[in-house]
């Protein structure tokens, strides 16, 4: 048996996976050649649905989750493809909200595997072809593409988008997206096409973006210049408005409200003429996993998986307009991150620290949390594990406090499989 076809016996989803772990020589390997190759050897053809490709710092799959409620309460079907995962790969690709099946997926890699031959792909790339193979098969009216790092040269970016998006611009993925926010919105605003709108949820937006937008001739729609969200606090409620459009009185969501504008103006552009009820009920029945995801009442613990300070600052504001007693916080973040500056947001808002290694690539140990948080004077417990500091947090906690886990996907990954007792 040679070495393909002892590949295609593979009989798992887990045996396969193991398998697309090994085949690439580097974990990140951006840039569009490969896949590119594969696709058109694949001959995937999507024209029966509507792409939107959304990419950004943070905000992505609260903003896709949001869209992806809408458009199914509005009677569409639709796809969402979206990484990483956190309990089961299967999350990465949803169809009317289910998660694919194991059966699909394998299929999709048998197919790549026999196509691919000599190309290498990594297994962000294999997965997405996986995705896009699925999709191409079920035909959704819809699918919505979230972009994994930076989207000009990101394996979702070999398919044009009808719609592309762009929830926020800020640092994060330097060595590979650049150290300022124009090299970081350049690469972002690279899935914008000729002739095709644009949705920027982005505050602030980079000169890069701007210039690029009109280089290429895309229509851009710009919060605070196209749309607009209007409020006091996060406790209040609050108002959406674009295009002579005004929505009042909306409640307090799940996810954050940035995020919620900038769907809306992406519905907004495809044409659904939603009425303020239904905005409403969209809002109450959007959330998402490891998205301020609250999973104990007393003591209140929190999951979030940010990981970056654009991310921690919002945090910051969640724990400030939701907290009752003491915040005791759980961190353990990536090797790789701005630990200092995502910690550093929290400061003013956390009574007790609690830092844990990360057992997982490029994991960072509990003494690199904890050397930080020393070194401006701020007094922790570390803990070899997230169970481990959760535990004691759980015996320190009364219940009016709030425990809040945060730093990484791994980290809500690592406590949602221990549970919340």
Known sequence: MNQLNSHLQLASLDEWLFYLESIHPTEIDMGLSRITEVVQRLNISLTPSKIITVAGTNGKGTTCAFIE?????????????????????NERLRINKV?????????????????????????????????????????????????????????????????????????????????????????????????TPIIIGDLNVP???KNYCDDIGCIAKIRNQDFHLLSENLTS???????GVLIANLPAPFIPRDNIATALMVLNELGINFKPKQVVHWINTTKLEGRTEIVKSEPLVVLDVGHNPHAARYLNKFVKANQKGKVHAIAAMLDDKDIQGTLSEMYDCVDFWYVSSLSVHRGAKQQKLNQILKDDNI?????DNVDDAYRIALANADNNDMILIFGSFFTVAKIKKSGFK
């Open 69 to 89: 409620n809408a458009l199914q309460d509005e009677g569409h079907s639709v796809a969402v493809y979206s990484s990483p995962h956190i309990e089961k790969f």
């Open 379 to 383: 007094k922790c417990n570390s803990f």
């Open 237 to 243: 409620h609050w108002q959406w408005q674009a295009e």
């Open 99 to 195: 998660l694919i099946d194991d059966e699909s997926l394998i299929a999709a890699f048998k197919r790549i595997e026999q196509t691919r031959k000599e190309i290498s792909l990594t297994y962000y790339e294999y997965t997405t072809l996986a995705a896009l193979l699925i999709a191409e098969k079920v035909k959704p009216e819809f699918l919505i593409l979230e972009v994994g790092l930076g989207g000009r040269l990101d394996a979702t970016n070999v398919i044009d988008a009808d719609i592309a998006v762009i929830t926020s611009i800020d640092i994060d993925h330097q060595a590979l997206l650049g150290n300022t926010r124009e090299a970081i919105g350049y690469e972002k605003v690279g899935i914008a096409r000729v002739n």
């Open 207 to 209: 000169q890069s973006v």
